[in-house]
């Protein structure tokens, strides 16, 4: 069990640092600021809608939901 909580403290440390950064530079953590993420899956990409700022790439935005 000392691996698997290792592991998910480094896991949990990067994600908040990735936070961090995001809300000094003012974009969603999510989509990094784009509004959109996109998903390639059999050589066809597609891009979707950011559920976490509703589109508009913004940390306030994210924030609130």
């Known amino acids: 069990m000392g691996l698997f909580s290792a592991i998910s403290e480094w896991k949990e440390a990067?994600?908040?640092?990735?936070?961090?950064e995001m809300e000094e530079a003012g974009k969603c953590p999510d989509c990094r600021g784009r509004?959109?993420?996109?998903?390639?899956?059999?050589?066809?990409?597609a891009t979707?809608?950011?559920?976490?700022?509703?589109?508009?790439?913004r940390f306030e935005d994210w924030n609130k939901a």
Request: hydrophobic share 20%.
């Open 14 to 20: 990067k994600y908040r640092k990735r936070v961090k």
């Open 35 to 45: 509004g959109y993420n996109t998903l390639v899956n059999d050589f066809i990409p």
């Open 48 to 57: 979707y809608h950011c559920t976490g700022c509703d589109g508009s790439g």
